[in-house]
Nanobody
């Protein structure tokens, strides 16, 4: 089992920035990709970004393109999410996730929550207007 711990959440006003971190430990061998999901109160958990740990290829949901950037540091078994130009609609609990399944088959990205095996406890991000 892969253990994931998120950090870096907080309260920020619209237009501000936050940087999230996710540290992985445990049975990390074979992990193909890690990503971020978020969930607002009363809403479904939604995909934010994913990165292939083997080649660094990344994919971000449309609503955060140009504002959020996912990155990885394999030596530290960590992934990060730099969030700029935050909007109130970005508010939610942000979860780090890991999967041993290749997230890209050459034509499409598999970024559905059910494909991710391990999850962190989440970190709250609140963006005020």
């Amino acid at each position: 089992q892969v253990h994931l711990v998120e950090s870096g959440g907080g309260l920020v006003q619209a237009g501000g920035s936050l940087s999230l971190s996710c540290a992985a430990s445990g049975r990390i061998n074979g992990v193909a990709a890690m990503g971020w999901f978020r969930q607002a109160p009363g809403k479904e958990r939604e995909f934010v970004a994913v990165i292939n740990l083997n080649n660094g290829d990344a994919y971000h949901r449309y609503s955060v393109e140009g504002r959020f950037t996912i990155s990885r540091d394999n030596a530290k078994n960590s992934v990060y999410l730099q969030m700029n130009s935050l909007k109130p609609e970005d508010t939610g609990v942000y979860y780090c996730a890991a999967t041993r399944t290749n997230p890209y088959d050459g034509s499409r990205w598999f970024i559905y929550a059910e494909r991710f095996d391990s999850w962190g406890q989440g970190t709250q991000v609140t963006v005020s207007s």
